[in-house]
Each structure stands twice: as structure tokens, then as C-alpha cells.
């Protein structure tokens, strides 16, 4: 199972551009990188997934190497509501979905 | 849109007792997780199913059972309640068949806050 590394934490102010990288050294040929973002109280949900390259919908874009051993979400121009924890996730042929431990982004105003 | 929903927001429980949890999903997933969250730990993934009748173990399923006897439904199990168990539980679902669902994304309920005393 591929192990995904994250910051415990980052601040920004808003209107900025933030982004999270996540490390996944041993991610398998078939694995896909999903991001997540939770409030507090509620379920973690679903923002961004990519498998190389660049993905952008109209919350985030995400960036993947070649190499495909980290990962990078990008969001655009911050706001308040921005704040959460934000999960990466590698994804693949293996049934258990193992999550890190996320990064909890704190936008200041 | 799909809903997991969870049964119950907040829950209290003394030790000792057998305590349920449900969990319910209207997209028709094969797949279905059950986790915990305590503060600096993330999400650990406790059991899931990827079909009726059919579970597999997670990172931490010490102290815990489940049950998926229709696919919507997805029930876990405190046989035992420990102070130790005391967290928030979430459920999620996601499409896909015989396991290999990858590309597709985890649906998750809002979450049971369970204390026991």
C-alpha cells in the first residue's frame, strides 16, 4: 500500500494561491491520487483526482510529476471557508484505502 | 447526488455495552469503509466490504465487528464498549465491483461522535 507524507499544517492569507504537495514514493502503476477535504463536523469529500500530469476542475488543480512519487493541489485565491484539513490519497488496485494523517490549512484574513 | 447517510449524530454508550452503528447508501455501491478520526491520528480505516456478506479487514479492527447483509446497509459493531473507543466514526461508499474500484470517488456520511463512559 502506497504511504502518503503531508505537511501537519500550513497557513495563508486570503486571495493568496495555496499549495499542499503530498509524497507518495512507492505509488504502483495503477494507483490514482485523490484528494479530500473535511470540515469540521462533517465527512471528508471528494475535490480533485488526477493520474499524471495536470488535472483542474473549478475547485483546484493538481500537479503530478513524471515520476508520479508526489503530488501537489493547488487552490486558487483562498477565502475563509478555504480552512480544513485536506487528505491526499493514493488510490489503485488494493481494496483498503488507507489515509494520512492530512494537512490542516488555515486561512487567515 | 449520493447519500450515506449515518444513524445517529451523536452517541453515548457506557462500558461494556454492545453498541451498533449504521450506516445506509442510495447509489447502489458495492463498497463500503468504515474509519475513525481522533485528533492528529487522520482517518484509520477500520473494516469494509466490497460486496454483501463479504468484509475484509482494515489498519485497526481490534475491537470491532461488522455487518453487510444487503448492500446498502453497512453496520459496525462495538462488541465490547472501551473507554478506548471513544472517537468519531464515518462511513463511506464508492462504486465499483469485486474491489478493483479505483478512479472512482469515496461518498462519506457526517459522522457518529461516540463517548463511552
Known amino acids: 500500500l502506497a504511504k502518503t507524507t503531508q505537511p501537519i499544517s500550513m497557513d495563508s492569507y486570503e486571495g493568496q494561491e495555496v499549495n499542499i504537495t503530498c509524497s507518495h514514493n512507492?505509488?504502483?502503476?495503477?494507483?490514482?491520487i485523490t484528494w479530500y477535504q473535511q470540515f469540521p463536523s462533517q465527512g471528508p469529500r471528494f475535490i480533485i483526482q488526477g493520474y499524471k500530469t495536470k488535472v483542474t476542475n473549478e475547485v483546484a488543480s493538481l500537479f503530478i510529476p513524471a515520476d508520479r512519487k508526489s503530488s501537489t493541489l493547488s487552490l486558487p485565491r483562498v477565502s475563509l471557508s478555504d480552512t480544513a484539513v485536506y487528505y491526499c490519497l493514493v488510490d489503485g488496485s488494493a481494496r483498503q484505502l488507507t489515509f494520512g494523517s492530512g494537512t490542516q490549512l488555515t486561512v487567515l484574513p | 447526488d449520493v447519500k450515506v447517510t449515518q444513524s445517529s449524530r451523536y452517541l453515548v454508550k457506557r462500558t461494556g455495552e454492545k453498541v451498533f452503528l449504521e450506516c445506509v447508501q442510495d447509489?447502489?455501491?458495492?463498497?463500503m469503509f468504515w474509519y475513525r478520526q481522533d485528533p492528529g491520528l487522520g482517518l484509520r480505516l477500520i473494516y469494509f466490504?466490497?460486496?454483501?456478506?463479504?468484509?475484509e479487514k482494515g489498519d485497526i479492527p481490534e475491537g470491532y465487528s461488522v455487518s453487510r447483509e444487503k448492500k446498502e446497509r453497512f453496520s459496525l459493531i462495538l462488541e465490547s464498549a472501551s473507554t478506548n473507543q471513544t472517537s468519531m466514526y464515518l462511513c463511506?461508499?464508492?462504486?465499483?465491483?469485486?474491489?478493483?474500484?479505483?478512479?472512482?470517488?469515496?461518498?462519506f456520511g457526517n459522522g457518529t461522535r461516540l463517548t463511552v463512559t
Open positions: 466490504s466490497y460486496d454483501v456478506k463479504m468484509k
Open positions: 447509489m447502489d455501491h458495492e463498497n
Open positions: 463511506a461508499s464508492r462504486k465499483g465491483a469485486g474491489g478493483a474500484s479505483y478512479n472512482s470517488p469515496l461518498h
Open positions: 512507492n505509488i504502483a502503476t495503477n494507483d490514482y
